[in-house]
């Protein structure tokens, strides 16, 4: 059994030359948005630092949410989810550059709360002030994404560690208590943050006058199909070049289940969001709304339903599709790409408020792709690709659905 990584060289050089254009774009980004246009420079790595974090941190949630359920399928290809969280760190360090630059370096235009004049001149910027304000910001920015990385390095380390100890009845017992209790205080974190707080601050904050009790929600749904369509990508790549013996159609047909169920829910929340703010007809809600649906962003709004939800629902509906490789691929990138469109307009409309073709993010994108694609690779290398003393592995090699 193929149990170890080997990077190849065609991978590795996908992810420099990736890398490559993301820098190149970037540079080019640099010299062409400058003044008037910086505005531009600034939304776009906001949009893609956010996004693919946010994705990169849905593995951490899975292997958490999984092992509190006590769920034994998934063991068979644990390490892969693992190796795409510990891409978390270094992405965490790219946002964190990004929003202090917005928030100290006087970017009102993706911010409008941080110019002061603004907030006393405005009622409603001034009662949002205690919650946004620069001093509040950094430091929830901070411990949510310190303590993102502590939890993710420290659920990797205790899996790898585990590969050393012995298959005895009290040492399984012991591995299912400790990572239970780690699960769940990282649970307790993600759910106070990117389940409520987070996506407030970075994202929602862009239409300070706006506000949505289900925006939070609604941005994890995004990134949580997103992030289970990487984990897809990556488990196909590996078992089309002979690792993850394990697994098998039935794992394949789960993940795509998952995809299945959670594009539904994120059409639920995508509808049940815009349709209590239309219905109600609120000046202070239907802003958001205004230029999105009845502006130039009106093909964009109305192609992420098509994208991110009649795409999947139809394609993913048929049983065999879900067990079929290539049409796992194929769904997987359509799912991460529109939710990456998603983002954009999420962003935009905001800031830029201009509709123009996104050859800078979209260079951008390709960019982050690349960084993941390096620093997973990188990490199925550090460990074996199965755990194979995890109390749960034999029920995950026996598994069934």
């Known amino acids: ?25 970037l540079l080019i980004g640099l010299i062409a948005f400058k003044d008037e ?39 068979a290809f644990r390490r892969v989810p693992e190796a ?23 970017k009102e235009h993706i911010y409008h709360w941080v110019n002061l004049h603004h907030v006393h001149e405005d009622p409603i910027l001034t009662w949002k002030a205690p919650f946004l304000n620069k001093s509040f910001f950094t430091i929830a920015t901070i411990l949510t994404l310190g303590l993102w990385i502590f939890f993710t390095i420290k659920i990797r380390n205790m899996s790898k560690e585990e590969d050393g100890w012995d298959l005895k009845p009290e040492t399984g017992k012991k591995i299912l208590w400790r ?23 970075w994202l929602m904050s862009i239409d300070a006058h706006w506000f949505s009790t289900m925006y939070s929600w609604y941005t994890f749904a995004s990134t949580w199909v997103s992030g289970l369509a990487l984990i897809s990508l990556f488990v196909v790549y590996l078992k089309k070049n002979g690792y993850l013996t394990y697994v098998t ?20 929340l ?21 230029p999105r649906v009845w502006g130039e962003w009106r093909p964009i709004f109305f192609l992420n339903l098509l994208i991110n939800f009649i795409t999947p629902l139809l394609f993913l509906m048929k049983r065999d599709t879900k067990r079929n490789y290539s049409a796992i691929v194929f769904i997987a990138i359509v799912i ?23 050859w800078y993010e979209m260079g951008l994108g390709l ?35």
């Not at 974190?189 to 407030?200: K, M």
């Not at 995508?270 to 205004?290: G, H, K």
């Open 249 to 268: 159609e039935e794992h394949l047909h789960d993940l795509g289940k998952f995809m299945f169920a959670f594009s539904i829910f994120w059409a639920y």
């Open 1 to 25: 059994m193929k149990d170890q990584f080997v990077v190849p060289a065609r991978l590795k050089k996908t992810s420099f030359v990736l890398m490559g254009v993301g820098l190149l774009t």
């Open 336 to 358: 991460i790409a529109g939710h990456w469109l998603d983002f954009w307009q999420m962003v935009y409309p905001g800031t830029v408020k201009q509709l123009q073709f996104p």
């Open 179 to 201: 990572n239970t209790v780690v699960a769940g205080g990282f649970l307790v974190v993600f759910t106070l943050s990117v389940g409520s707080t987070t996506p407030w601050l």
């Open 367 to 401: 960019g982050f792709v690349g960084l993941i694609i390096f620093l997973v690779s990188n990490q199925l290398t550090k460990a074996a690709l199965v755990p194979k003393n995890h109390p749960y592995l034999k029920e995950s090699i026996i598994h069934h659905t």
């Open 270 to 290: 995508w509808f049940s969001q815009y349709m209590l703010i239309w219905y109600a007809n609120m000046p202070e809600e239907t802003a958001y709304f205004q």
């Open 84 to 106: 795409i969280s510990m891409a978390v760190p270094a992405l965490a360090i790219i946002l964190f550059v990004v929003v202090m630059a917005l928030v100290f370096g006087g």
């Open 37 to 75: 246009n910086a505005t531009r420079f600034w939304a776009g790595l906001l949009q893609n630092s956010s996004f693919f974090l946010l994705i990169t941190l849905a593995s951490t949630f899975f292997i958490a949410a999984t092992t509190l359920a006590h769920g034994g399928w998934q063991i």
